[in-house]
């Protein structure tokens, strides 16, 4: 790692720390390999609209990593198999990979040249448990989730309504939002179930961020 990305490693394990993440070296170079792939790739091929890296180290890193310890948390131990709807340039699920190794963790996005950088960072970042689908969530075909999640992808509604039959039998859904979402809450359908709705303090970014996590109502 060279000099000038020292600043920006300090202030990711001090991140970390804020969200009481142990991050070892290992994932601290990888994290930093994956931004340094995003600003690369994004000067050609529009895959955020932030530019800056100081701004895409706490909007997009940052955000990503304040979701671990709840989905740590939720997983209760066990190895999660993840699917990230609408994952742009692989937020938050390259970041999930980094830091969960040994859960399997698919990205699906419309967008081929987004899904090909997810593909790319895999084999940079050497990430066996990353996988990039170019495609409609709707006709993914693959095996059942224990995690469907979604950042900025649409409303919970859609959400649910497009990925409910690619959710395991005991699966969740965790939807990354800003403010409580108040109005899409009332519009998602009376078989899901919210079962809590979790604010999220996001180091370094003063702004709203939330995660809301539903089921299917039994």
């Not at 994952?87 to 698919?106: F, K, N, R, Y």
Request: proline share 7%.
């Amino acid at each position: 790692m060279n000099e000038a990305a020292d600043p920006q490693r300090d202030r990711l394990q001090q991140a970390a720390e804020q969200l009481a993440l142990d991050l070892a070296p290992a994932r601290v170079d990888r994290l930093l390999g994956y931004l340094d792939l995003l600003q690369r790739w994004n000067a050609t091929y529009n895959l955020t609209a932030v530019r800056d890296p100081d701004e895409m180290l706490v909007q997009h890193l940052f955000d990503c990593l304040a979701v671990i310890p709840p989905l740590r948390h939720a997983a209760r131990g066990a190895s999660r198999r993840v699917l990230d709807v609408g994952s742009g340039g692989g937020l938050p699920g390259v970041v999930i990979a980094v830091t969960c190794e040994d859960w399997p963790v698919v990205c699906v996005d419309t967008v081929g040249k987004k899904a090909a950088f997810v593909r790319q960072v895999a084999a940079e970042l050497r990430l066996p448990n990353l996988r990039a689908e170019h495609a409609r969530v709707e006709t993914l075909v693959a095996s059942p989730f224990d995690i469907v999640t979604s950042r900025a992808f649409s409303s919970l509604a859609d959400f649910v309504r497009l990925t409910r039959r690619l959710l395991a039998p005991a699966g969740v859904w965790m939807a990354m939002k800003g403010k409580r979402p108040d109005d899409e809450l009332a519009m998602l359908p009376a078989d899901v179930e919210v079962f809590h709705v979790e604010p999220l303090a996001v180091p370094g970014l003063a702004a709203e961020r939330c995660l809301v996590w539903m089921r299917p109502k039994t």
